[in-house]
Nanobody
Framework: QVQLVESGGGLVQAGGSLRLSCAASGSFFSIAVLGWYRQAPGKERELVADITRGGSTNYADSVKGRFTISRDNAKNTVYLQMNGLKPEDTAVYYC???????????????WGQGTQVTVSS
């Protein structure tokens, strides 16, 4: 069983910063991709950023230049540094992991429980 535990959400004023963390635990071979998604009320869940095991990153246009994703492979942890926060960044942020259970096994996807980020104007 794989678990993803997120932390770091909260309330911040516009222009402020927050850092989200997500740690994966359990039995698996490796983590191929780690990512952050968000879902605002009444909207669909959307990709914020993701990062491969080798460090290649991908960002939503709306967060480029403000958010930075990073990972620590030794700790099975992904981070999202969010700077220059805007009210439209308010959402529940979810961690996602593409897990390789074992050599030759199909990748499985797991979600964290979500952490609320609220940006006041």
């Amino acid at each position: 069983q794989v678990q993803l535990v997120e932390s770091g959400g909260g309330l911040v004023q516009a222009g402020g910063s927050l850092r989200l963390s997500c740690a994966a635990s359990g039995s698996f071979f490796s983590i191929a991709v780690l990512g952050w998604y968000r879902q605002a009320p009444g909207k669909e869940r959307e990709l914020v950023a993701d990062i491969t095991r080798g460090g290649s990153t991908n960002y939503a246009d709306s967060v480029k230049g403000r958010f930075t994703i990073s990972r620590d492979n030794a700790k099975n942890t992904v981070y999202l540094q969010m700077n220059g926060l805007k009210p439209e960044d308010t959402a529940v942020y979810y961690c996602n992991a593409a897990i390789v259970p074992g050599i030759g096994f199909t990748i499985r996807y797991y979600w964290g429980q979500g952490t609320q980020v609220t940006v006041s104007s």
